[in-house]
């Protein structure tokens, strides 16, 4: 009996190291978003080389927000979906730049069908981490909204005058989902702590 308290112990306090860091990850990543996304509306129109860096800079810091997130989970926990997003973001950032050498439309559909794919494993990783961790739904409909909005950004990527900006919302709906799932994190915490 002693023995099964203990591990249930020590499976809810690695439950709240696991939350805190992705807590700070999600924070970080709205920060990010937020970061980006006034650099597009206040640079990316006037200056095309800034418009071509942003484009870039977005998927591959997916890339570098993954690893974190890789980290943030205990050793035992299941990272294919992560190095799944890992793989497509590092193709999807080679394939936005050379996109780009063709056109913005280019870039945009290269852009929606990353948006699609990694909207589809942030739903499947946030419908897993449910199970172990509370918080998780504003994740679940970020996965979902990705993947419309990737439809979307596709639909519209050869309509005259779009450019970068178009891609505001995208990264301004992402800041809050993160945003929001910190909170919820949070109060996981804030109640672990009060039960434990």
Request: charged share 10%.
């Amino acid at each position: 009996m002693k023995s099964s308290n203990t591990s249930a112990i020590a499976f809810s306090s690695e439950a709240v190291e696991t939350a805190k860091s992705l807590r700070t990850l999600y924070f970080t990543r709205a920060a990010f978003s937020i970061i980006w996304i006034l650099l597009v509306t206040t640079l990316a129109g006037t200056n095309a080389v800034v418009a071509m860096v942003l484009f870039i800079i977005y998927p591959a810091w997916d890339v570098i927000a993954t690893f974190f997130d890789i980290k943030s989970n205990p050793p035992y926990a299941n990272k294919t979906p992560q190095y799944v997003n890992i793989a497509i973001g590092i193709t999807t950032t080679i394939a936005v730049y050379i996109a780009l050498q063709k056109g913005i439309a280019e870039a945009l559909v290269v852009f929606s069908a990353w948006a699609i794919l990694t909207g589809l494993i942030q739903l499947i990783l946030g419908l897993h981490r449910r199970k172990q961790l509370d918080g998780q739904w504003p994740m679940i409909i970020s996965g979902g909204q990705s993947m419309l909005a990737g439809v979307s950004i596709f639909l519209k990527a050869h309509t005259p005058g779009t450019g970068v900006n178009t891609l505001a919302g995208y990264a301004a709906f992402g800041a809050f989902y993160f945003l929001l799932a910190a909170y919820r994190l949070s109060k996981t915490i804030k109640h672990a702590a009060v039960t434990v």
